[in-house]
Structures are given as structure tokens and as C-alpha cells.
């Protein structure tokens, strides 16, 4: 043990300094290390001019909980889920406040997949929207309508915008 650190009665002065430093030590790395992370936003262009800001869902609590809980999205919010692996990805709306448009991606962007209209559910038991006929890698889930207004439709290629803060 470091002579600093044995005490035989009261504590010393250099005793208390060093537990003091790391005690703060402490306390910065788990603010570093626990931060919240900020929401990654990539912008969506569909082929007729649409566009969404989607809040990218990439981690396996947003990719659970997605919408769910939240009031509304902003008229041109959306909520960007992607997956690790392409595969039969299905979705349900548990919780939601709002209706949604559903929409899926491949890995080269091509909606192979389109649900309007997907009711949120407050039961425990809750429908799922999905798998598509093909594997997708993304879903998108807009405001209701969006797939109509903007015409979206299977074979529709999107580009994604990453914003570089």
C-alpha cells in the first residue's frame, strides 16, 4: 500500500486529497462513458421531390421502443430503423400514439414493402405489420399519408442524406 494511504488515527491531509482526485476521477469518466449520445437525423429524398428527417433507430433499445410513447412527429419527422443484417424485419406499433406509413428498404434503398395506415396499439396483444416479400435492411415509419401524398410504391429508389455535424 502506498505510505500516503496507512493512517493510524486521523486521516492525513495527502490522504484526503488523493481520495478527493479520484473521486472525481471517477465521476468524469462515468459522465464520459455515460453521456447520452446525440440522435443521428438523415434525411430521406423519395423519388417524386418528398423528403423526411429521419431520427436514426440503430441501437437495440431504439429498434425496440422506436415511436412508441411519443405524442407525434413533426410533419416531416419520420423514424429511420436499421437493422444489422437484411432479413424478414417485421414491425408493430405497441404504445404508439399515431398512426403510421410503413415503409421497407432493401439494401440498395428500393422499397420492397409498403403499409399505410398502421394503427397504434394499447392491447397486449398487438398485430405485426411485416415480414416483407423481400428482405429489407431499413423501415421507415412516417406520418400517416406521406405514402399517398408522395406516391410511394414498390421499386421506388430513396437516397439517403447523412447530415455531418
Known sequence: ??????SKGAPDKKRIIFLIVMALLLITGALMFNAPEQTEVISIAFPNGGMLNAEVADTPEKLLFGLAFRTALP????MLYIFDESGPHRVWTKEFQFPVDVIWLDESKVVVHVVKDAMPCMED???WYGPPPRDARYVVESNVGFVDQEQVKVGDTVKFILHVS
Open 1 to 6: 500500500m502506498l505510505p500516503f494511504l496507512q
Open 75 to 78: 410533419p416531416d419527422g419520420a
Open 125 to 127: 396483444r398487438c398485430p
